[in-house]
């Protein structure tokens, strides 16, 4: 195909980003230029430089404010903060982007967002929302644990992980949600409110990795905020790093400084469960042996006194029955004794039963709505040609449903 332009000079990459910095700097309006605007996504480099954005209600600029200049200023950028900057426009060839060079910063004030996060808090905090004494206890062994993350992040992973390592008995259910940006707030709550209404969470974890303060910004919503409020669940709020703080945080009923150790607040170690299980065993056993021993000192004691205060023959006949209840009293110890035992084993065997992977490694499969993310348990559930994923122990695969037949008296 013939081109309409007649080609008339190639240029690279590099030359035409060259081009364009220097026509940027060469500009004397944009060589010495001061902006206004509130400081989001500050970091510092181990060279000491800072990065951050200005933006505004409607754009955001990338700025760097190298070490040389940094000591010089009064007062560093924090996310939030409302500043005034100075410095000149230019491109960073290696990124393709244009950025402005700052050499002097004044500070104007708080963000807007810092702003409205303040006030949000403080009208909450007078309503009773992030009063200690409503906050509940979380089960000590949830049967099921709720969790609202993104499915396709690094989050939902870790907290599976840890899970299945503490504590495999706890049945996980994910509630997907949209973690950052435009619509995240209803997102989040929607899937918060599903889980209650479903009512099989003994507790719930709302979970997401770190981020800026524009990326954590939907946990700060009130809507949000007062469905965690609402739920009548517990609720564990793992949003972000350690130093990162959201009102999701002072409302929920427990805060995690990070996903996985919100999984691991949550789950008992299996490896305490069956340490205590153990001891269990040796306190009964300890327990019946005392009271056998018991038994016995009894029946001598007995013993002796007759023989002390009987004739004979009463003495004899005595002895006999004594020693007929001894034995029958040893015998029903002894049943006792393995009975409890025969209970422990069946108590071992019922917890290695309702381990989640148990029907999986027998050749089961979990049907499960690819949709929804429930499982199916009735075929008259489904519909030809409906998507849905089969979950085996070694892994998922994808499934259409070609045609259902339901067995004789199902409607």
């Known amino acids: 195909m013939s081109g309409l332009h007649a080609i008339t000079t190639i240029w690279s990459v590099s030359q035409l980003t060259s081009r364009i910095r220097e026509m940027l700097e060469a500009d004397p309006e944009l060589g010495s230029v001061w902006v206004e605007g509130e400081a989001t996504n500050v970091s510092r480099s181990q060279a000491g430089h800072v990065y951050f ?15 040389s200049y940094a000591r010089l200023q009064n007062h560093l950028p924090e996310n939030g903060e409302a500043i005034l900057v100075h410095g000149y426009i230019s491109v960073y060839e290696q990124a393709g982007s244009y950025q402005l060079y700052v050499d002097e910063l004044r500070l104007l004030g708080d963000g807007a ?21 409503r906050k509940r206890a979380l089960p ?3 049967r099921c644990v709720g969790v609202i993350t993104s499915p396709t992040g690094a989050v939902w992973h870790d907290i599976q992980t840890v899970l299945r390592r503490r504590y495999p008995l706890a049945h996980v259910l994910l509630a997907p949600a949209q973690m950052q940006g435009t619509g995240a707030s209803e997102s989040i709550t929607a899937a918060l409110e599903l889980l209650n209404r479903d009512g099989r969470a003994d507790v719930i974890v709302i979970a997401r990795g770190g981020g800026s303060l524009e990326d954590l910004w939907c946990f700060n919503e009130e809507a949000l ?6 739920s009548r669940i517990p609720v564990v709020s793992a949003i972000g790093h350690e130093t990162d703080v959201t009102l999701c945080d002072f409302v929920a009923d427990m805060r995690a400084p990070t996903p996985s150790a919100a999984a691991e607040m949550i789950a008992p170690d299996q490896q305490t469960l069956r340490a205590e299980l153990t ?5 009964l056993v300890t327990s019946i042996t005392a009271r056998v021993q018991q038994a016995r000192e009894r029946v001598e004691k007995a013993v002796s006194r007759l023989e002390q205060v009987h004739p004979r023959r009463r003495t004899d006949r005595g002895r006999l029955q004594l020693d007929q209840l001894g034995s029958r009293l040893q015998q029903q ?10 209970h422990l084993v069946i108590l ?10 148990g029907p999986l490694q027998r050749g089961y499969a ?7 993310g429930h499982r199916r348990r009735l075929a008259r559930d489904l519909t030809p040609g409906e998507c849905v994923t089969l979950a085996f122990i070694d892994g998922t695969a994808a499934a259409q449903v070609t045609s259902v037949k339901l067995e004789s008296g199902g409607s």
């Open 53 to 67: 954005s200005l933006r505004d209600a409607d754009a955001v600029v990338k700025c760097v404010l190298f070490r």
């Open 113 to 133: 967002l810092q702003r409205e996060f303040r006030e949000v808090y403080e009208r909450l905090a007078r309503e009773g929302l992030f009063a200690e004494s």
């Open 140 to 142: 000590v062994r949830p």
């Open 225 to 230: 905020v007062r469905a965690v409020f609402r």
């Open 279 to 283: 001891a269990l065993a040796g306190r």
């Open 333 to 342: 110890l002894l049943d006792r004794t393995q009975a409890a035992r025969r």
């Open 348 to 357: 071992n065997r019922q917890l290695q039963l309702l381990h989640p992977h």
């Open 366 to 372: 979990l049907v499960i709505d690819r949709t929804t």
